[in-house]
């Protein structure tokens, strides 16, 4: 009979693991899972948690875990087939009839399995013998730990056209070909696939070796070379390193996913061992479901260039039609040009962490990657904008949570473009004055001066330019140390700019725009400043470049900017954390006080906004 994974996945969605493991062991709720003491070993106090979401259970004492069919095999003793007929019994479900030909499938994904094994024990002898000497060097040279290469099984590939088809011919060429490690082309003899190359097994949750991956050792195409899809092996449904990462996750509550193996083995020799990749494509609806059974939330660490910013947009657009309560994507960013691998060289492990304990939402990064995809100073293109996010939101099949967009969406649009500008009586007030704009006084500083200010999203655009702004006017970074000591930027490349240009001032009391390029030039962040100065989208009067004989004036005024736009950014959290406290003792006890004081901070909070609107649009300075 034919038991496909859907129809096996259909089963255990349909039984609630905690009754069926209830009616024979007493369990207990706790929280949003429930404990027993566990059955497969004596125990005292309960480590044996079941979760009906995510359908498994585990024991952290012994290490039992499994699904509905695994508890009827495991502990009521039942075969396979009968666990699956009980319980396809209590949930209505017909078993597939009998089907010959299924069962020479399986016993042929059976001898692949054996195929696959002799193929990997035949690569690492390779790997370990006079051959392997330049793959042994190449992975010395990546850092890579004996320790580590033994856990991962690194092989090697001779250059050869009939190695691995002699030394396997006990299995027969079509098994061969069939596993995908040898070429096949018309009437022509069968040759192997691989040829010097480093080989990676690729393997199944349960760990037996289904693929392999490649990585060519000197000059020649592809870098990297994956088996084909066979019997086994489904590249758009498997994830590099899920046998050793899905345990891991249990531990620490998340997945992290990479571009590729490398990626992720790198980061596991760190001490990341929740790590997977895919395998050669983007990230897929399958892969994503998959990853959704183990966490909520994966966090996926593309590299920071823009392929890699591209492939996590495919991935976080991919994700909408299937999003579903409390499962969504979280994303960080790696500095542009490197890798995980680069930056645990470069600044090691801790680097890697706190990006990962900041990462940021779906809806932010969907948000941010239209908002910044084009200049929005025309009408056409913030409508356009307007567009894009609607058709995102079209995309969402789940109906309350595209609510919940189309309200977060709209409600961020607004602030960018709709904020009202006009000020009551009593109210701060914006005097336009012959040097600029000048705010008579901000009130709001950060919720505590012994913390920093985390300054991400649509603040991060403006953050950017007030780096731009720094540059041109060098001598207000002396000015304002405590504002800025205390912000701390959510994209890594523009916060090591800043801590540079905060050195640069503390070293040199006199700083003109050039000397500080020029100290900037033997640090990594020269390249990003000079960006920034060519930023035309950034439409601050502090960051425009200003002719040699520009009138004293409108230096000024840009500096008068600049400085107003350090005080209102780095202010803002105070004020949004002043809101939440008004609006907390308006829902609790609404008199006339807490709803005055409620109505005040949502004034001044527009205002701001206001502010930084008005500082971009400003008349063009002549």
């Keep these: 009979m034919t038991l496909s994974p859907q129809w096996l996945d259909e089963l255990r ?7 069926l493991i209830g009616r024979t062991v007493k369990i207990q709720k706790a929280g949003r899972e429930f404990k027993a003491c566990c059955p497969f070993h004596n125990e005292k106090t309960p480590s044996f948690t079941i979760n009906d979401e995510k359908g498994f259970y585990h024991c952290f004492g012994c290490g039992a875990h499994g699904d509905a069919i695994r508890w009827m ?64 060097e190449y992975l010395k040279n990546r850092g890579i730990s004996e320790k580590t290469i033994r856990e991962f099984g690194f092989g090697f590939a001779p250059d050869s056209r009939g190695r691995l088809k002699e030394a396997l ?44 991956g490649g990585r060519i050792l000197g000059d020649g195409e ?14 758009g449904r498997t994830l590099y390193n899920l046998d050793k990462a899905s345990p891991a996750s249990r531990q620490t509550g998340r997945i992290l996913v990479v571009e590729g193996y490398m990626d992720a083995i790198a980061l596991a020799q760190a001490g990341f ?46 994700a909408l039609p299937i999003l579903r309560p409390s499962h969504s994507l979280n994303f960080i960013a790696l500095p542009a040009g490197q890798d ?9 492990p801790q680097a890697f962490a706190a990006l990962i304990d900041q990462p940021q939402m779906l809806g932010d990064k969907i948000w941010q990657a239209e908002f910044e ?15 894009r996010l609607s058709d995102h939101i079209r995309d969402i099949s789940d109906q309350d949570i595209a609510q919940h967009y189309r309200q977060d969406f709209q409600q961020r649009y607004e602030e960018a473009f709709f904020r009202k500008r006009d000020s009551g009586p009593g109210q701060k007030q914006f005097a336009r004055s012959k040097s600029g704009f000048k705010s008579q006084y901000v009130s709001f500083k950060p919720m505590d001066d ?19 702004g720094l540059i041109r006017h060098p001598a207000q970074i002396s000015k304002h140390f405590e504002e800025l000591t205390v912000l701390r930027l959510a994209d890594s490349q523009m916060q090591a700019l800043l801590s540079e240009l905060i050195h640069a001032a503390m070293s040199k009391e006199m700083l003109d725009m050039q000397g500080l390029l020029t100290i900037l030039e033997q640090t990594d962040c020269y390249n990003v400043a000079k960006g920034l100065l060519r930023a035309d989208a950034l439409n601050f009067t502090f960051n425009r470049k200003l002719p040699d004989n520009a009138p004293s004036d409108d230096i000024e005024r840009a500096q008068n900017d600049l400085v107003e736009a350090i005080k209102v950014i780095t202010a803002r959290p105070g004020l949004e954390a002043a809101l939440a406290e008004a609006t907390r003792r308006v829902q609790d006890n609404l008199d006339e006080e807490s709803y005055a004081e409620q109505q005040r901070l949502r004034q001044a909070k527009q205002e701001f906004h206001d502010r930084l609107v008005e500082l971009t649009q400003v008349d063009d300075i002549v």
């Design 13 to 19: 969605s349909r039984t609630t693991l905690s009754t």
């Design 73 to 136: 095999t495991d502990q009521r003793g039942l075969s396979f087939m009968d666990a699956v007929k009980d319980l396809a019994a209590e949930a209505q479900m017909e078993v597939p009839a009998p089907d010959p030909r299924a069962a020479q499938r399986q016993e042929a994904r059976a001898t692949l399995h054996d195929v696959m094994a002799s193929a990997q024990d035949w690569f690492v002898t390779q790997f370990n013998g006079i051959e392997g000497a330049a793959a042994r």
């Design 169 to 212: 011919s006990v299995h027969g060429v079509d098994q061969l070909v069939e596993a995908g490690l040898l070429i096949k082309v018309d009437d022509r003899d069968p040759y192997d696939r691989f040829r010097g190359r480093l080989m990676i097994p690729i393997r199944d949750p349960r760990g037996r070796v289904i693929a392999f």
């Design 222 to 235: 592809p870098k990297y070379l994956n088996s084909p899809d066979t019997p086994l092996f489904d590249k």
């Design 273 to 318: 061992e929740d790590v997977v990749a895919p395998l050669g494509t983007a990230l897929t609806e399958h892969q994503i479901e998959r990853i959704w059974k183990m966490v909520e939330a994966p966090i996926l660490c593309f590299d920071g260039d823009n392929a890699g910013q591209k492939a996590a947009m495919r991935a976080a657009l991919r």
């Design 340 to 348: 995980p691998d680069d930056l645990l060289r470069s600044e090691g």
């Design 373 to 387: 995809a084009e200049p929005l100073n025309t009408p056409e293109t913030k409508a356009g904008l307007k567009k």
């Design 450 to 468: 012994t913390k920093s200010v985390l300054i991400d999203g649509h603040d991060l655009r403006i953050a950017k330019a007030i780096l731009g």
